[in-house]
């Protein structure tokens, strides 16, 4: 009985991550108008923190939108990876392999972003995409951790 609830559970976390990642790319590459208007000239930013403090330093140069959705939304939208990617994938239970994993992955999708000139290619991204991992991460781990002292309460 326990067996099949942990193979639902799998497989309802596999459908999500699926799902959340086609609707990612979509808005990543698709999203915001982005097929309709490509770039001439590549676009990125290499310098670390550059677009995050102008966020913040430039705080009323930006419509309220644009700064949710650059800051909080680059977070937020990541934390279900976070919790997800352990939960699935083995080789993410230790943080800094699912640290090396998705930075690698999201490094690639900025790569691409960029050379296809959908979207800029920016450090800042990356940072951001990744806390909002760790944060979900984090979630997880708390979470696990819980549950393991619970079962063993119990027993």
Not at 5 to 33: D, T
Not at 125 to 145: E, K, P
Request: proline share 2%; glycine share 8%.
């Amino acid at each position: 009985m326990e067996a099949n609830f942990v193979r639902l559970n799998k497989l309802l976390a596999w459908i999500v991550f699926i799902g959340y990642s086609a609707c990612l790319l979509y808005w990543m590459f698709l999203g915001f108008h982005r097929g309709e208007q490509t770039a001439a000239e590549l676009r990125y930013n290499l310098i670390p923190f550059r677009t995050i403090e102008r966020y913040f330093v430039h705080f009323n140069a930006f419509q309220f939108e644009m700064w949710v959705i650059n800051i909080v939304g680059n977070i937020g939208v990541f934390v279900p990876f976070g919790w997800l990617m352990p939960y699935i994938f083995k080789g993410c239970e230790r943080f800094w392999k699912f640290s090396f994993i998705f930075i690698a992955a999201i490094v690639a999708l900025e790569l691409l972003q960029t050379f296809l000139r959908v979207g800029s290619g920016d450090v800042d991204d990356v940072i951001l995409n990744y806390l909002g991992a760790a944060i979900g991460y984090l979630l997880y781990s708390v979470f696990r951790w819980r549950q393991d002292r619970i079962v063993r309460v119990e027993l």
